[in-house]
């Protein structure tokens, strides 16, 4: 079974930056693409940013777009998401897992889920 461990977040005043990590059990090519989620609370899951690992493409949520860039290392089998220009509204849990590429499923509840990594945007 995959496994993930998040890293990298933090406590950031608004229009901040910080650059969170996802170091994935076995090969990042096992999977055909990994995102980065978030859960603010009392809010759903959503998908913030996803890539493809064989050849890169990514796709991004509205609200993040131009704002948020996801990249990948294949060697270290890692996923990255470096958040710029930080908005309170940002403030959630952040984690990695699969991703729906093509669709828009979410894993869900029952599904592995990493610890993940807080982030809090606030002045």
């Known amino acids: 079974q995959m496994q993930v461990v998040e890293s990298g977040g933090g406590s950031v005043q608004p229009g901040g930056s910080l650059r969170l990590s996802c170091a994935k059990t076995?090969?990042?090519?096992?999977?055909?693409?990994m995102g980065w989620y978030r859960q603010a609370p009392g809010k759903q899951r959503e998908l913030v940013a996803c890539?493809?690992?064989?050849?890169?493409?990514?796709k991004y949520a509205d609200s993040v777009k131009g704002r948020f860039t996801i990249s990948k290392d294949t060697v270290k089998d890692m996923v990255y998401l470096q958040m710029n220009n930080l908005k309170p509204e940002d403030t959630a849990v952040y984690y990695c897992?699969?991703?729906?590429?093509?669709?828009?499923?979410?894993?869900?509840?029952?599904?592995?889920w990493g610890q993940g990594t807080q982030v809090t945007v606030s002045s």
């Open positions: 897992n699969e991703a729906d590429y093509w669709g828009d499923s979410i894993p869900g509840e029952e599904a592995y």
């Open positions: 076995g090969s990042l090519y096992s999977v055909y693409a």
């Open positions: 890539i493809v690992s064989n050849g890169g493409s990514t």
